[in-house]
């Protein structure tokens, strides 16, 4: 039994003895249905056994503001007006995340050079507001109207990215896909937010190796 528990605690002391607290930004492009945007995003990975690490991630899309005109229909027979109005529409997306990654390729002081692949699980915030512009009510009516709402949905993160030297730490190009759930727990939900693909670049810095 002694000998089982001084083989438990060498194992749990080497774990450790390798393990790295890493800080990161993040930036790039985001594509998806009806979000095209640059984004900006912030992480913090733990590193074990030298070629895995788990982090958490959150990032936003910039926000956006798109304005287009709105026909207006007269409330008597619903024929289309003359007049028009302006819709304004308002939103961004955050995105927190916690995420896994394997690494392949050359190690530098517990950090790896080369390719890595990862999987994640988001949960993304979709906030809009919608703005109608004034116009006559008492004459007029459209079939927009003024909103505000947040929409939440799950995804399932796909990554695959290189990583190299640089200064103190990794400076790497990541590529992603963002899939959304349709099912959690064996539940079937419906698919609020469309698919998205990212391409960025990343640095992790002020690797830090406990001495234990």
């Not at 000998?3 to 450790?16: A, D, P, Q, S």
């Not at 590193?47 to 207006?72: C, H, K, W, Y």
Request: glycine fraction near 10%; hydrophobic fraction near 40%; charge should be neutral.
């Amino acid at each position: 039994m002694k000998k089982f528990l001084i083989t438990i605690l060498c194992l749990v002391g080497c774990t450790v003895a390798q393990a790295q607290f890493m800080g990161g930004l993040n930036a790039g492009y985001a594509h998806g249905s009806y979000y095209k945007k640059p984004y900006f995003g912030a992480a913090v990975e733990f590193g074990f056994l030298r070629t895995i690490r788990v982090g958490i991630n959150a990032d936003v899309l910039m926000p956006s503001t798109e304005r287009t005109e709105t026909q207006l229909f007269y409330k008597e027979d619903m024929m289309p007006a003359e007049e028009t109005t302006t819709t304004t529409l308002k939103y961004f997306t955050f995105s927190p995340e916690l995420y896994v990654k394997r690494y392949f390729g050359k190690e530098r002081e517990y950090a790896y050079n080369g390719f890595y692949i990862g999987m994640g699980f988001s949960y993304k915030m979709f906030k809009y507001n919608q703005t109608v512009g004034d116009y006559n009510t008492g004459i007029y009516q459209t079939t927009f109207q003024n909103a505000e709402e947040t929409i939440k949905h799950p995804f399932i993160g796909l990554m695959l990215g290189y990583e190299f030297a640089a200064g103190p730490g990794n400076l790497g190009v990541e590529l992603k896909a963002d899939l959304p759930a349709n099912e959690v727990n064996g539940y079937a939900i419906e698919v609020k937010l469309p698919a998205m693909i990212k391409l960025g670049v990343t640095y992790r810095f002020g690797n830090f190796v406990p001495k234990w």
